[in-house]
C-alpha cells in the first residue's frame, strides 16, 4: 500500500515516522521544506500538492492544525479531493469537529472514495515510538482495510463507530485533559503556599484517587520548570471550544467547561497562544508570587514502553 501523508508537525511528523521506519512506502508533504526534506533522506518521496499525493497513493493521511486548514488541503483547486478516485481512503488524524469531518466524508464519498477520522490520543511521546492510542470512526470495510497501518503507528486502535465518532470521542478526552492539568495547577499552588514538599506532593497524588494519565506525565513537566509538553494554548481554547460547541449542539447546561476555556484563554492573553498549555500554571504562579518546582523530573516525556505491533481494543458487549 503507499501512503501519502499531509502535515508533519509535532504529531504528525511522529506518525509519519513510524510509517517509514516499518518499511511503507511514503510520500509526504508540508509546508515546512526542512521537514520533507528530513523525510526525503530517509527514503520518503514528495508531492508537488495534495492533489498530486492524492493521485500517487492507495490512502491518504492528512494531520493538520484546524478544521480551517484541512479544508484547505481537501477543497482548493490543488487539494486532495481534486485527485483522490474510486478505492482510495483519505484519514484524518488531527482533532477536528465532527460535522466538518463529516462534510468532507461526503464529498470523498461522491468519487467513490472511503474517508475515516483517526485522531491520536497520549502525548507525542507515544507518537514517537508508535505506542499512542488511535481512535478510528468510519464504516467497518475501511477500517480493517487501514487497521494494518494504524498498528504500525499506534499501539491500542478502537473503531468508535460511524464517521465523525471518533473526533467527538477525541474532543471529550481533550477537554478532560484540560480540565486535569488546571485543576492539577491550583493543587500545586495551594500546596506550595501551604509550605508543602512538591515532590512528595507529586506522589500523594500518583498514589492516590487523585491520579490521572496527565498528573502522571506533564506534571512531571510542570515540576521540571521545563513545561514543554508539545501542546499550547491555542490549541486547548481550540479543542475546549470544539467540546463547548457540542453540548451546546445538545442543549446540555455545562458548568465547569466554560470555566476551563475562561482560564486556557487568560493564560493565551497573558502568555502568548503558543505557549505551553503546562505553563497554566503560571497565571497562579504570578498571583501568588511562588515558584512551583520539584527535584529530578524530566525537561522532556519519554516513552519507556518498548515498540510492539498494535491491536484493536474491543469494546464491552
Known amino acids: 500500500?503507499?501512503?501519502?501523508?499531509?502535515?508533519l508537525g509535532n504529531v504528525g511528523g511522529k506518525l509519519a515516522g513510524s510509517l517509514l521506519r516499518?518499511?511503507?512506502?511514503?510520500?509526504?508533504?508540508?509546508?515546512?521544506?526542512?521537514?520533507?526534506?528530513?523525510?526525503?533522506?530517509?527514503?520518503?518521496?514528495?508531492?508537488?500538492?495534495?492533489?498530486?499525493?492524492?493521485?500517487?497513493?492507495?490512502?491518504?493521511?492528512?494531520?493538520?492544525?484546524?478544521?480551517?486548514?484541512?479544508?484547505?488541503?481537501?477543497?482548493?483547486?490543488?487539494?486532495?479531493?481534486?485527485g483522490i478516485s474510486k478505492g482510495k481512503i483519505w484519514l484524518e488524524m488531527?482533532?477536528?469537529?465532527?460535522?466538518?469531518?463529516?462534510?468532507?466524508?461526503?464529498?470523498?464519498?461522491?468519487?467513490?472514495?472511503?474517508?475515516?477520522?483517526?485522531?491520536?490520543?497520549?502525548?507525542c511521546h507515544r507518537a514517537a515510538t508508535g505506542n499512542i492510542s488511535i481512535f478510528a470512526g468510519g464504516e467497518r470495510e475501511?477500517?480493517?482495510?487501514?487497521?494494518?497501518?494504524?498498528?504500525?503507528?499506534?499501539?491500542?486502535?478502537?473503531?468508535?463507530?460511524?464517521?465523525?465518532?471518533?473526533?467527538?470521542?477525541?474532543?471529550?478526552?481533550?477537554?478532560l485533559c484540560s480540565a486535569h492539568l488546571a485543576?492539577?495547577?491550583?493543587?500545586?499552588a495551594v500546596a506550595k503556599k501551604a509550605g508543602m514538599d512538591m515532590n512528595t506532593t507529586y506522589e500523594a497524588i500518583r498514589i492516590s484517587s487523585g491520579n490521572s494519565f496527565v498528573h502522571e506525565t506533564e506534571s512531571q513537566l510542570i515540576l521540571n520548570g521545563s513545561r514543554d509538553v508539545n501542546f499550547t494554548m491555542d490549541l486547548v481554547v481550540k479543542d475546549v471550544g470544539l467540546f463547548d460547541k457540542l453540548a451546546n449542539l445538545h442543549?446540555?447546561?455545562?458548568e465547569i467547561s466554560p470555566l476551563i476555556l475562561d482560564i486556557f484563554k487568560d493564560g493565551q492573553k497573558r502568555y502568548g497562544s503558543r505557549e505551553f498549555s503546562t505553563n497554566i500554571v503560571k497565571r497562579l504562579e504570578d498571583d501568588c508570587d511562588i515558584q512551583i518546582l520539584g527535584k529530578g523530573f524530566p525537561a522532556e516525556l519519554l516513552d519507556d514502553e518498548a515498540e510492539e505491533p498494535g491491536y484493536e481494543v474491543k469494546v464491552r458487549k
Open 251 to 254: 442543549n446540555v447546561p455545562l
Open 1 to 7: 500500500m503507499k501512503i501519502g501523508f499531509i502535515g
Open 22 to 82: 516499518n518499511g511503507f512506502d511514503l510520500m509526504v508533504r508540508d509546508l515546512d521544506d526542512a521537514l520533507v526534506q528530513s523525510f526525503v533522506d530517509q527514503g520518503a518521496t514528495t508531492g508537488a500538492s495534495p492533489k498530486e499525493i492524492a493521485e500517487n497513493v492507495d490512502l491518504i493521511i492528512t494531520c493538520l492544525p484546524s478544521p480551517a486548514a484541512c479544508s484547505k488541503v481537501m477543497e482548493s483547486e490543488d487539494g486532495v479531493i481534486a
Open 94 to 123: 488531527s482533532t477536528t469537529d465532527e460535522a466538518e469531518i463529516v462534510r468532507l466524508a461526503k464529498l470523498l464519498e461522491a468519487k467513490g472514495a472511503m474517508a475515516m477520522d483517526c485522531p491520536v490520543s497520549g502525548g
Open 142 to 175: 475501511a477500517f480493517e482495510t487501514v487497521l494494518p497501518v494504524l498498528t504500525k503507528m499506534g499501539r491500542r486502535i478502537l473503531h468508535t463507530g460511524p464517521i465523525g465518532s471518533a473526533s467527538f470521542l477525541k474532543v471529550l478526552t481533550n477537554y
Open 183 to 188: 485543576a492539577l495547577s491550583e493543587s500545586f
